[in-house]
């Protein structure tokens, strides 16, 4: 609601063709329909201000970021790289160019991503560089250095290094990155005192608490993990993605499955949330849960409703083939 008369009021304020000219104005428009998931909003709201041509960095970085939300990597990279050019000291726009480069790069392969991704690994260090404060832009640099391969610069050490600096400077943020860090390095009881830690810091990061489940499913710890997701519905009931991963749990434990179906159906009824799992998934994951119950009928159903959302669903390819 707050949000909502916000952006009333500056669309009210400023006239036609202003917004986007007003780097203050562009970012308090921009920001709250950014954080409704309303990417195309942004989109539109550029276009109607400003011609190509004529657009300024902030508006060009803007775009960037709502191609990015929308999944249109090519797209999020062109405004990403244009953005850089016409402002290349701002930290922020070397960070979501960076983060444009990744994901456009992630869907690609062979040596030619591989040696690509050194592009995004230097947009990243130019971002700390330029604001050594950025702690968005520090984590981006750590997530790099731990999950890349060392042919393009990967280093777990210097992660973790950098899960360090970004303690400094945001506590909660740390102990996250230093939980990921310690996961990776198979230090499962560092990593579970970290999570804990980055959770109690800041118990109202969803983020923090969901990765916290997702780390104690994989160690199948179920009666910890039951009561994480426990904790994030007590402050966050209205959010759907509890219910996918209630579903997950009840699959992955093989206790209660009619509760874990009843979940994702649920969970299918609901509009998912920016960056939450796709109907495809819960598809996927209810044909899994079928399975489980020894009904392969049922399970190929859910299979291929996932594949009618989207046709490359590998898994969902694989499992249907299993049962054929």
């Known amino acids: 609601m707050l949000r909502t008369l916000l952006l009333t009021a500056v669309l009210f304020i400023f ?4 917004i986007s000219s007003s780097p203050e104005a562009l ?6 329909l950014w954080n409704e ?3 195309r909003a942004i989109v539109k709201l550029v276009n109607e201000e400003s011609q190509e041509e004529e657009r300024s960095p902030a508006a060009t970085y803007w775009m960037c970021r709502a191609y990015f939300g929308l999944s ?3 797209s999020s990279v062109f405004y ?9 000291d701002s930290s922020y726009y070397h960070l979501w160019y960076g983060q444009a480069l990744g994901k456009k790069l992630s869907q690609g392969s062979g040596l030619g991503g591989l040696f690509k991704a050194k592009k995004v690994k230097g947009e990243f260090q130019r971002a700390v560089e330029l604001d050594p404060t950025n702690y968005e832009a520090k ?3 750590m997530q790099y250095l731990l999950q890349a391969p060392g042919i393009v ?5 210097e992660a973790f290094r950098m899960a360090e600096s970004i303690k400094e400077i945001k506590p909660a943020l740390g102990h996250f990155a230093k939980a990921l860090c310690h996961q990776v390095r198979e230090e499962y009881a560092k990593a579970d005192w970290e999570f804990r830690a980055a959770t109690a810091y800041d118990s109202a990061n969803t983020e923090f608490a969901f ?3 997702y780390f104690l499913l994989d160690r199948e710890d179920f009666s910890r993990a039951e009561e994480v997701i426990e904790e994030i519905e007590q402050t966050n009931s209205d959010d759907p993605n509890i219910l996918y991963q209630r579903g997950k749990l009840h699959l992955f434990s093989g206790k209660d499955l009619e509760k874990g179906r009843d979940c994702f159906k649920k969970y299918l009824e609901r509009e998912p949330l920016p960056n939450s799992p796709s109907q495809a998934a819960a598809h996927w994951r209810m044909g899994m849960i079928y399975e489980k119950m020894g009904k392969p009928d049922s399970a190929r159903v859910e299979y291929r409703r996932c594949l009618q959302l989207e046709p490359d669903y590998k898994e969902a390819k694989k499992a249907l083939k299993k049962l054929k």
């Open 139 to 141: 984590f981006s640099l």
């Open 80 to 88: 990403g790289e244009r953005a850089v050019k016409l402002a290349p």
């Open 27 to 32: 970012y308090l428009v921009a920001d709250s």
């Open 72 to 74: 249109d990597y090519d």
């Open 153 to 157: 610069g990967g280093n777990k050490d």
């Open 15 to 18: 006239p036609v063709g202003a």
């Open 211 to 213: 990765n916290y489940f």
């Open 37 to 39: 998931g309303e990417f």
